[in-house]
């Protein structure tokens, strides 16, 4: 049975060039609250485990703001990168968070406290970062083409070995939730499939590399379920793949490039955002669009949590 995407608890959120974040009604792509993040137009937006706060990734401030209240402006702001932040996150239980910068800095934040408590040096632009699985590891893809491992245990950066790294930069990476998998993607247009393995030391073992798009891939996800993998790119499409690398489905419907992406819970679903200022939620198996959400500028992250207690959901068919 498939799960309804479209009931008033879920989290649905574009931000855009306009500075602006605005969260949707589901069902009816209507607004129903914005918010003003004036210093930067947002480079990420991740909504918290307990989903009280989104926080965004800006340049250079990390700045959260509540989803349940009518307050327009952060409920709390984090410094201490001197450029751009590209990539936060948190770890499993959201008691701290971790971002990396075009500063070549990765830090580590108590969100019970102020500053980073933590910071790495990593000797190249940090494009992407993402906290391994088993909480003692985060993985980083960097503008200098290489792979950086942060042992978080021992407190160290070391590159991981890695037969197939080039100079390209890597634009985005993430991890299978058995974190088993890892995908990365380049401004060339290619895609890496590859398996982590920990036997003296952790390493990367790419067994799959494709021409996924002719042109900059600006975003790659892994899917909840760990099957898939959706690619966006600049040539105004998504693509969803399998963990082979075979091509399962190429969503159409943009018109400028695709910036972001983010799966629902279940997998079935999937939102795009673009710089010809849409959103767009899909049905991947139909390679649908369900709704269009008009930002009214170009969007430059988007986000969606649908996680919502089992007995509230219906068949999708209902809707």
């Given at each position: ?165 080039d100079p390209v930069p890597i634009q985005s990476l993430t991890i299978s939730p058995d974190g088993r998998s890892v995908a990365t993607v380049n401004y060339d247009g290619v895609l890496r499939i590859g398996e982590i393995t920990d036997n003296d030391s952790y390493s990367l073992n790419f067994h799959t590399s494709i ?78 669009i369900i709704r269009t959400y008009e930002h009214g500028s170009q969007i430059s992250a988007v986000a969606l949590n649908d996680l919502i207690i089992d007995d509230q959901y219906e068949d999708i068919d209902q809707v």
């Amino acid at each position: 049975q498939r799960k309804n995407i479209m009931l008033s608890g879920v989290l649905l959120i574009t931000a855009g060039y306009d500075n602006k974040l605005y969260f949707w009604k589901p069902d009816s792509a209507t607004t129903f609250r914005n918010c003003i993040h004036n210093e930067s137009q947002p480079n990420q937006l991740v909504i918290t485990k307990d989903r009280n706060q989104v926080a965004v990734a800006g340049n250079p401030k990390i700045n959260f703001f509540d989803t349940d209240t009518r307050t327009r402006n952060p409920v709390a702001t984090y410094q201490g990168h001197s450029s751009s932040v590209n990539e936060i996150g948190f770890n499993i239980d959201g008691r701290w968070m971790y971002s990396g910068s075009t500063d070549k800095t990765v830090k580590i934040w108590d969100l019970s406290d102020s500053g980073a408590q933590l910071e790495y040096k990593c000797n190249a632009e940090i494009n992407t970062i993402q906290l391994h699985p088993n909480q003692a590891e985060m993985i980083c893809g960097c503008e200098d083409g290489k792979i950086r491992l942060i042992d978080l245990v021992n407190n160290n950066v070391c590159l991981m070995e890695d037969i197939a790294s080039d100079p390209v930069p890597i634009q985005s990476l993430t991890i299978s939730p058995d974190g088993r998998s890892v995908a990365t993607v380049n401004y060339d247009g290619v895609l890496r499939i590859g398996e982590i393995t920990d036997n003296d030391s952790y390493s990367l073992n790419f067994h799959t590399s494709i021409v996924a798009h002719d042109t900059f891939i600006t975003k790659c996800v892994i899917s909840n379920d760990g099957q898939k993998i959706a690619t966006s790119s600049a040539d105004e499409t998504t693509k969803i793949w399998n963990l082979d690398g075979e091509l399962i489905k190429t969503l159409h419907g943009h018109k400028k490039w695709v910036w972001d992406c983010s799966f629902s819970a279940d997998s079935n679903y999937i939102l795009t955002g673009s710089s010809d200022q849409t959103a767009k939620l899909w049905d991947i198996d139909e390679g649908i669009i369900i709704r269009t959400y008009e930002h009214g500028s170009q969007i430059s992250a988007v986000a969606l949590n649908d996680l919502i207690i089992d007995d509230q959901y219906e068949d999708i068919d209902q809707v």
